[in-house]
C-alpha cells in the first residue's frame, strides 16, 4: 500500500521521541516528506521546453577578462567563500573514511591539492578566502582530525555537519530508528540540496555576511577541476547573478546528466528522472541536450539567507528506495542544482571541460596520475602533448576496483598520452615505465594470469594471454 499524507501524523510524533535530532532537522525532515506525500512534483510540459539562449547559458569565452590589477582581483577573492562537499565515503573505491582522503597524486589527497589552491590564492593576491567542507555524519569525525594538519596554512576552514534524516520503513512508513535501528544505518544524509538550509542553520552564512563575503563556490570535493574562477566571479558580481550553474558540452559518456532548459521564462534544470519515457532517447541525444550540468555552483549568500528564510526552496524531491540488512527503506532527497529556478537573474556559463575532472572510479585515478596531467601549484592541468581534447577511454575489470588493488596491479602508472581507449579484463598485471598507444584490450582468461613486462611499448593490440605480448 502506498502512503499518504494520511501517514504524516504518526511519523511526525515519532520523529518527535527522536532525541538525536535537532528542531532544524526535524521540521525540514517533515517538511521533505509532507512534500512527497502532497505530490506536489512540478509537471513538466515536453512542448514547454526551450533551448536557452547565450543570455541565460553564457559561452565562457564572451565573458570580460579580469584585469591584471592585483588590487582589483583581491576585491573579487574578498567577496568569496569556498565551499566543497565533503559529505561521501570512499566506500566504493575500497576506502574507510571520507573520499577526500583519497591520495590523488604525489602523496597528496583531494583536501591537500584544495587547501594549496587557496593558500596560494591567499598568497598571491593578500586576501583570506576561506574554505568550508561541508560533513555529513558518515565523514565528520575523520574530517575533523584530519584538517588538524592545516593549522598552520594560511587557509581558515570552516567545517558544519549537513543534516542527518531517519531512513523510512517503506512498509508501515515510520523512522527507522524509531523500530530499534539505533546505529549509522538508521539515517541517511538527504543528498547537497541540503546545503543552503545546512549553512544557514549552521550559523556560518550570517558570519560570512557579516565579513563581507557575498558569493560562495560550491563543488564536489572529488571534482579536480573546480578551482576558483576569477572571471565567473567578476561577471556574476557585475550582472548581479543571484546563482550561476557551470555546464559544459556532453560527450557520449555524459549522456545521463541533467541539463539546463528554459521553461515558462525561467532557467531551470531538467534531470533524466523528470523526463517522461517517450522522451528518455531525445534527452540522452547530444544534439538537442548540448550541455551538462557539472555540479560547480556560484551562489550568492544574502539570496540563500531569503529563500531558506521565507522555506521557498522547493527542489525536486528524489526518492532513493533501498534494501539495508534485508528491510526495505525509503530516503528522500534533493540536489543543489536543481535550486537554480528559485533565485533572481540565474544563469548557467558554459565551461571548458577541463574545469569537469571528478574522480569516480580508479579508472579516473588512472588519468589523472598519469603523464596526460602535470601537477602545478595544486592543480592538475592536462598535458599539451595530448593533441585529442578528448580523454583515453578506461575501462579496468573488478580486479581493478579498491584503490589498494588497482595500486598492487600497476607497478608504475602507464603512459597514456598517445592512448584512445583501454580495457581490461580479469587477472592482469602491469610493469612499470609501460607505454599504451592507440587501442588496446588485455584480458586474462579465468584461471591464468598476465603481465605486461617493464618498458613495454603496445600500439592498437589486443592481448588475450601471456603468448600475445
Known sequence: MAATTENLPQLKSAVDGLTEMSENERSGFINLVSRYLSGEAQHIEWSKIQTPTDEIVVPYDKMAPVSEDVSETKNLLDKLVVLKLNGGLGTTMGCTGPKSVIEVRDGLTFLDLIVIQIENLNNKYGCKVPLVLMN???????????????????????????????????????????????????????????????????????????????????????????????????????????????????????????????????VQLLEIAQVPDEHVNEFKSIEKFKIFNTNNLWVNLKAIKKLVEADALKMEIIPNPKEVDGVKVLQLETAAGAAIRFFDNAIGVN????????????????????????????????????????????????????????????????????????????????????????????????????????????????INGPEDL
Open 136 to 266: 555529513s555524519f558518515n565523514t565528520h569525525d575523520d574530517t575533523q582530525k584530519i584538517v588538524e594538519k592545516y593549522t598552520n596554512s594560511n587557509v581558515d576552514i570552516h567545517t558544519f555537519n549537513q543534516s542527518k534524516y531517519p531512513r523510512v520503513v517503506a512498509d508501515e512508513f515510520v523512522p527507522w530508528p524509531s523500530k530499534g535501528k539505533t546505529d549509522k544505518d538508521g539515517w541517511y544524509p538527504p543528498g547537497h540540496g541540503d546545503v543552503f538550509p545546512s549553512l544557514m542553520n549552521s550559523g556560518k552564512l550570517d558570519a560570512f555576511l557579516s565579513q563581507g563575503k557575498e558569493y560562495v563556490f560550491v563543488a564536489n570535493s572529488d571534482n579536480l577541476g573546480a578551482i576558483v574562477d576569477l572571471k565567473i566571479l567578476k561577471h556574476l558580481i557585475q550582472n548581479k547573478n543571484e546563482y550561476c550553474m557551470e555546464v559544459t558540452p556532453k560527450t557520449l559518456a555524459d549522456v545521463k546528466g541533467g541539463t539546463l532548459i528554459s521553461y515558462e521564462g525561467k
Open 351 to 462: 565551461v571548458p571541460r577541463s574545469r569537469f575532472l571528478p574522480v569516480k572510479a580508479t579508472s579516473d585515478l588512472l588519468l589523472v596520475q598519469s603523464d596526460l596531467y602535470t601537477l602545478v601549484d595544486g592543480f592538475v592541468t592536462r598535458n599539451s602533448a595530448r593533441t585529442n581534447p578528448s580523454n583515453p577511454s578506461v575501462e579496468l575489470g573488478p580486479e581493478f576496483k579498491k584503490v589498494a588493488n588497482f595500486l598492487n596491479r600497476f607497478k608504475s602508472i602507464p603512459s597514456i598520452v598517445e592512448l584512445d581507449s583501454l580495457k581490461v579484463s580479469g587477472d592482469v598485471y602491469f610493469g612499470s615505465s609501460v607505454v599504451l598507444k592507440g587501442k588496446v584490450t588485455v584480458t586474462a582468461k579465468s584461471g591464468t594470469k598476465v603481465e605486461i613486462p617493464d618498458g613495454a611499448v603496445i600500439e592498437n593490440k589486443d
